[in-house]
């Protein structure tokens, strides 16, 4: 049997998930864009008495309960939207530190000459 | 026969450190060939330099060891403190910051350094282990004539003081541990016209050792292993802290076993189980049935506890970031690095999932071990340049 490390490292480098930026940038477009559920449906149908009390069950036990739910998921909504502005904030402070790190690092090896 | 002496900051059977059990080894594998003697300090703790042996001369296993006091103790809080401010950036350090700083480094021992300079004709040779400390960067001041370096040197902040320079430069002669160190050490200092060898040890099996000694796999099932020093400067915070959010990543019943003094505290947690200083039997039986040892280690010249492993045919995971430490496995094919989380947990579960892989680059180390570092051919390395170096 043949073992190549530098081949093996390569196989558990490519398992490895990262993660996906853009991908949580998407998911996070869409929790906004479907946060909101509509509670104001129309009710089809012919029968005006039968309509008017559907209406007003879906009034009196469901429109609260979806409302309550709405008012959950625009918080969530809004939690994942402040993720992903912190996440954009960190990496800008990455790459700044990292700049800083790079040119004192080449500092110091000019100075330990 | 000629007389030698191998000048550490330590030395003894209870001496717990790479560098100083290297030199314990090397200097009792040479003494059919030489008049050996050791020079060195009574302090047995490397932290303080507290002096700690109380004869000035004794026999340890056939060789004479001479023992010096140590004239100050080492202040870790204060030293750490200047070693922060001349490290700093912009700072711009003299010639006696080095020096200063030398002398806080120790082991402090004006005793030892005037006993070559006293003695320099009894000897024919003088060989200086581990460039970092006093005794061997005023050590070899006296005697560069006669000196022969093995630097242990690696890529870390000190070694860029100019104060080590002329040690570098003006031994007689260097044996470096690994490819890695010769290559390191002479593109740094362009010394390549010094006369030197590329030579380590021989890996030695305690009597009792047995290959069917399954004990330690009966009694924790699978587990991976480190031995050593468990301190932070080993990269031990780092491990404690990968191994612990392995375990919460990771459904299994994998346990971290920890042999070695504990110096810097170890989490409690039911799969790290540390079971202290062991004899060197446990040891190996330790090693034999693990998954695979663990170095988390960012600087060592060699390791000789890799090798031991190697040895054993268990295959090591290590901190890719040492050069020296990768490039064993690379060379071997017996050994994974990693150098973050995700490839520290890729390189474990590697271990786990793949036994017949895991298997035969225990198989291949081996073979590293028995091709390069076996007793006789160091030996023949190491005396063939100290005859040279002696003439």
């Known amino acids: ?113 | 026969m000629k007389k030698i002496a191998f000048i550490n900051q330590r030395y003894g059977l209870e001496v717990v450190g790479g560098s100083e059990y290297y030199t314990r080894l090397i200097a009792e594998h040479l003494k059919d060939k030489f008049e050996v003697e050791i020079l060195t300090t009574k302090a047995l703790d490397y932290v303080t330099w507290e002096n700690h042996y109380e004869k000035d001369v004794e026999d340890i296993n056939g060789i004479t060891v001479r023992r010096f006091n140590v004239d100050k103790e080492r202040d870790s809080a204060k030293f750490n403190q200047f070693t922060g401010e001349i490290l700093k950036p912009g700072y711009q350090r003299t010639a006696k910051d080095e020096r200063d700083w030398v002398d806080a480094q120790g082991p402090f021992c004006p005793e030892l350094v005037k006993y070559i300079s006293e003695n320099k004709d009894n000897y024919d040779l003088f060989i200086f282990v581990t460039y970092l400390y006093y005794t061997s960067c005023i050590g070899m001041r006296e005697v560069f004539e006669k000196s022969v370096f093995i630097p242990t040197a690696h890529d870390e902040p000190y070694i860029n003081f100019s104060i080590y320079e002329d040690i570098f430069k003006k031994c007689q002669a260097i044996i470096f541990l690994t490819d890695e160190e010769k290559e390191f050490v002479q593109n740094k200092f362009n010394n390549s016209n010094i006369p030197n060898v590329v030579t380590a040890v021989g890996i030695d099996m305690p009597e009792d050792y047995s290959v069917d000694d399954d004990s330690f796999k009966k009694k924790y099932g699978d587990y991976v292993i480190y031995v050593g020093r468990i301190d932070a400067s080993k990269g031990c915070d780092t491990l404690f802290e990968y191994f612990q959010e392995y375990k919460k990543r990771n459904n299994n019943d994998l346990k971290l076993l920890l042999m070695g003094k504990d110096v810097m505290g170890i989490p409690e947690h039911k799969d790290i189980i540390n079971l202290g200083f062991v004899s060197e039997e446990d040891k190996f039986a330790g090693v034999l049935n693990a998954k695979a040892l663990i170095l988390p280690s960012p600087f060592e010249s060699l390791s000789i506890s890799v090798l031991e492993a190697l040895q054993v045919e268990t295959p090591v995971i290590v901190n890719g970031k040492c050069e020296v430490l990768k490039g064993h496995c690379i060379k071997s094919n017996a050994g994974l690095y990693y150098k973050n989380y995700p490839e520290f947990e890729g390189c474990l579960n590697y271990m786990l999932d793949h036994e017949d892989v895991r298997l035969e680059m225990g198989r291949l180390g081996k073979k590293y071990v028995d091709s390069f570092y076996r007793w006789d051919i160091v030996v023949n390395k190491i005396s063939e340049l100290f005859e040279k170096a002696a003439k």
């Open chain 1, 1 to 113: 049997m043949e073992v190549n490390i530098e081949k093996i490292m390569d196989e558990i480098r490519a398992g490895i998930s990262q993660f996906d930026e853009q991908s949580f940038k998407d998911t996070v477009n869409k929790i906004n864009a479907s946060s909101n559920v509509p509670v104001d449906m129309p009710i089809l149908g012919k029968a005006k008495g039968f309509k008017k009390l559907v209406g007003k069950t879906i009034n009196f036990a469901i429109k609260p309960r979806v409302e309550a739910q709405n008012r959950m998921n625009a918080s969530v909504s809004e939690g994942f939207t402040q993720i992903a502005e912190y996440i954009d904030s960190q990496n800008k402070m990455i790459d700044r530190l990292n700049k800083r790190i790079d040119a004192l690092e080449k500092e110091l090896k000019e100075r330990s000459k």
